[in-house]
C-alpha cells in the first residue's frame, strides 16, 4: 500500500530519553537541551522592530471591513508609551491592568505595553461582563485587585464596572461612557512620552517578572490566577520555534479567532506572531452557524501558514469548503500545519480535512494535536508524525520533563521545566495541591503510550481524571476517551457529549446537537425549530441506530453507553457550563441540569435507547427498521 504524500515542512527531530522507576513511575525527555531564549518578550518584539519596521505586525478589520494594520516599528514605538501612561496610573504587580473587552489591537498593545514595564495584565472573558450580575466578575477581580480596567465599548461594559470596580480603580475605554467615572481615551493613552521611570523598569524585566495572569477555564473547578512569568513564555516560545522548525525560515501568517483570554491563542498563537516576526490577523467569527461565516470571509483573503481552530469549527469549514473551491484553495495554499484543541476530534472530521487538502494541493496538510494547560504555558507535549485519525499528543516539548505516575489504574501526567507556572496568585494552598515533591506540576490529565515499547511514537489522552466518575459497580469510567470515542461514533450528528451516570448501574449522555448534521437526515428544505428537529422521529432512530452500533462494541459497562438525549436548551456560560471557546465543564452541566440526569435514567420524554443490533436490522424501542 502507497503511503499518502504529505506536503514538505521542516519540523523538529526529537531524540527522546526515558527512565524507568521502581515506583512505578516513569520520566521521559528530550535529550539535547533547549536552546537560549531571551529574558522577556520585549527584547524581541524590539528585535524585530529594528530588522523589518514595515512588517505587518497585527490586523484587524476596520468598520470599512478593510484590514486596519499596525507594524513592527509602531508597536516597538508604542511600548514605552503605553508603559509609561500606566505607571502613571500606579499599576503593579498588586494593582495590575484587567482587560475586559475581546480581542483588538488595542487591548494587545495595552497588554505588551503593561510587560514592558513590569506591569501585568489580566485578560478575562467577556461574557464575565456582558452576561448575568457579574458575579464572576466580580470574583475574578478580587483575585487580582486592578488598579484599571479596559473596555473597548463603554455603554456594553460600562454598567458591570460601576458594580464591581470602585472609584480608585481607573477606566481606560475607546468608546462610549460611563457616567461620574474619569475615564482615559486611545489618544491619551499613545499619546503620553516616554519617562525615564519606564525606561528604568524596562531594563529591570527579568525572567522573573509576572508578564500576566490567566485564568483557568474553570471546567473541573473554579477559575484560578495562574502566575505567567517571562521565563514561562519566552522558553515556552523557544520550544514552539524548536519543534516548528519551519518558523525560523518563514514568518508566520496566521487568522485566529480563539478568545486571549484561554492560554491557546492569548499566549500561544498571540506569542508565536511576535517571537518569530509573524503577522497577526484578528478574526472576529468564531465556530457557531454564524461566526463562521466571518472566519470564512477572512480565509478567503488570507492564506495561514500555521493555523488552529477547535474541532467544531473545522467540522464547519471542512462543509463550507466541499462546495467552495476557491475557500479551499486559500486555506490550503500556504499552510504547513493544521493544529486542533480543546476537544476529541472525530474521525470524519479528520478524514474531510485530508480529503479537501489532497483534491486542492495533491498532498496531505500535517494535521496535529498537543497537550499543555494554562500552568505550561501551554505547549508542553506535541505530535508531528503523521497519523491515519486523531488522538496522539505527541511527546514532551524540549526543555521539559514529563513524569507518569501510576494512578487508579491510568499514567498521570506530572511535567517540570522552565515554562511551569511557579504557583496561582495569591494562592499558595493551591499550588501546594497540583505540585508533588519533586516539583512537578500535576497536570490532572491521564495518558497512554500509543506503543508501550517505544515511547517516541507518542501518547493518547486518556481523560481527565477529575472528570471521572464509578458506576455503581464500583467500575470506573474514563470520560475524557469514552467522550471522544462517542462523539466520532455519532457521525456529525452532535457536537459534544456530557457523559453521566456516577452511582447508576449504566452510562448515559447529555448530547450537545449539531444541527446542520441533523438537517440532512430529513428532505431538503424541511424548516423545523430546534426543539421540533431534535424530537423528530427520524432523527431519533438514526440516533438511536449509532448509539445502538457503538454501545455493540462496547467491552463492558464503563464504555457502553445505553441511553441518551439532545440538550435542546443551550449550554450556558454564565453557569459556568461551558467556557467562551467552547470547552465543555462536565461537572458543572451535570450539576446544572440534575432534572435531565433524573430524566435520562427514569426514561422520560426524549430518552434515546441505544437500538439493539440485529443482523441488517436495527430495533428502536418496539419497532423495526431495515
Known amino acids: ?106 487591548h494587545a498593545v495595552l497588554a505588551l505595553g503593561a510587560q514592558h514595564v513590569g506591569i501585568p495584565s489580566a485578560a478575562v472573558a467577556p461574557a464575565y461582563a456582558l452576561i448575568g450580575d457579574a458575579t464572576k466578575l466580580a470574583a475574578v477581580a478580587g483575585q487580582v485587585t486592578p488598579g484599571a480596567v479596559f473596555a473597548g465599548d463603554l455603554d456594553k461594559f460600562g454598567p458591570a464596572i460601576a458594580r464591581v470596580f470602585g472609584p480608585d480603580v481607573t477606566v481606560i475605554g475607546l468608546g462610549g461612557s460611563l457616567p461620574d467615572r474619569r475615564v482615559f481615551g486611545w489618544s491619551q493613552v499613545i499619546g503620553t512620552d516616554v519617562s525615564d521611570t519606564a525606561r528604568a523598569r524596562a531594563a529591570a524585566v527579568d525572567g522573573d517578572a509576572v508578564a500576566k495572569f490567566l485564568f483557568t477555564s474553570g471546567t473541573t473547578g473554579a477559575p484560578k490566577a495562574v502566575i505567567q512569568t517571562q521565563r514561562m513564555l519566552c522558553s515556552n516560545m523557544e520550544m514552539v520555534r524548536d519543534c516548528y522548525a519551519y518558523l525560523t525560515d518563514e514568518p508566520p501568517v496566521l487568522v485566529d479567532w480563539a478568545p486571549w483570554n484561554h492560554v491557546a491563542s492569548g499566549t500561544k498563537v498571540f506569542n508565536m506572531a511576535l517571537y518569530n516576526g509573524g503577522t497577526y490577523y484578528i478574526d472576529a467569527g468564531n465556530p457557531s452557524p454564524k461566526g463562521i461565516q466571518e472566519t ?33 484553495q486559500t486555506f490550503y495554499k500556504d499552510a504547513k500545519l493544521l493544529l486542533y484543541a480543546g476537544a476529541g476530534m472525530a474521525k470524519h472530521t479528520w478524514d474531510g480535512l485530508e480529503r479537501l487538502s489532497e483534491r486542492t494541493i495533491g498532498a496531505r496538510t500535517l494535521l496535529c494535536a498537543g497537550l499543555g494547560s494554562t500552568e505550561t504555558a501551554p505547549f508542553a507535549l506535541f505530535c508531528t508524525d503523521p497519523q491515519s485519525g486523531p488522538g496522539n499528543i505527541g511527546i514532551p516539548a524540549k526543555g521539559l520533563v514529563i513524569k507518569l505516575v501510576p494512578t487508579e489504574g491510568k499514567l498521570e501526567l506530572h511535567v517540570k521545566g522552565p515554562s511551569v507556572t511557579p504557583g496561582y496568585w495569591r494562592a499558595p494552598e493551591l499550588a501546594a495541591q497540583v505540585f508533588d515533591a519533586e516539583g512537578f506540576y500535576n497536570m490532572g490529565d491521564a495518558v497512554v503510550p500509543v506503543d508501550a515499547t517505544d515511547p517516541a511514537k507518542g501518547f493518547r489522552f486518556d481523560g481527565r481524571t477529575a472528570e471521572n466518575f464509578k458506576l455503581n459497580t464500583g467500575t470506573w469510567v474514563a470520560v475524557g476517551t469514552l467522550r471522544a470515542a462517542l462523539i466520532d461514533a455519532m457521525g456529525g450528528l452532535i457536537r459534544d457529549a456530557v457523559l453521566a451516570g456516577e452511582g447508576e448501574a449504566e452510562l448515559g449522555a447529555l448530547m450537545v446537537p449539531f444541527r446542520p448534521g441533523l438537517e440532512r437526515l430529513l428532505p431538503e428544505g424541511t424548516e423545523l425549530s430546534d426543539a421540533a428537529l431534535y424530537a423528530h422521529p427520524v432523527v431519533a432512530a438514526e440516533l438511536a441506530r449509532r448509539l ?12 457502553r453507553v445505553a441511553r441518551a438525549t439532545l440538550l435542546v436548551e443551550p449550554l450556558r456560560l454564565e453557569k459556568g457550563e461551558v467556557t467562551d471557546k467552547g470547552s465543555i465543564n462536565q461537572r458543572a452541566v451535570l450539576r446544572q441540569r440534575p432534572e435531565a440526569v433524573a430524566a435520562l435514567f427514569a426514561g422520560g420524554k426524549g430518552v434515546i435507547v441505544a437500538a439493539a443490533q440485529t443482523g441488517n436490522q436495527t430495533v428502536v424501542g418496539e419497532r423495526d427498521e431495515t
Open 1 to 106: 500500500m502507497t503511503s499518502p504524500r504529505y506536503r514538505a515542512v521542516e519540523l523538529w527531530h526529537p531524540r527522546l530519553v526515558d527512565e524507568r522507576r521502581a515506583d512505578g513511575s516513569w520520566l521521559l525527555w528530550q535529550e539535547e537541551p533547549l536552546g537560549p531564549y531571551p529574558r522577556c518578550l520585549s527584547d524581541r518584539i524590539l528585535h524585530w522592530a529594528a530588522q523589518v519596521p514595515e512588517r505587518t505586525w497585527m490586523a484587524e478589520r476596520d468598520a470599512t471591513g478593510g484590514w486596519r494594520r499596525v507594524s513592527y516599528g509602531q508597536l516597538g514605538g508604542l511600548l514605552g508609551r503605553v508603559g509609561s501612561f500606566l505607571i502613571g496610573l500606579g499599576l503593579s504587580v498588586e494593582r495590575p491592568l484587567m482587560i475586559l473587552s475581546g480581542n483588538s489591537i488595542e
Open 296 to 328: 470564512i470571509r477572512n480565509l478567503r483573503e488570507i492564506s495561514p501558514t500555521w493555523y488552529f481552530n477547535v474541532p467544531a469549527g473545522y467540522e464547519m469549514l471542512v462543509e463550507a469548503m466541499e462546495t467552495d473551491a476557491a475557500l479551499a
Open 548 to 559: 445502538g452500533a457503538f454501545a455493540a462494541q462496547a467491552t463492558g459497562s464503563s464504555n
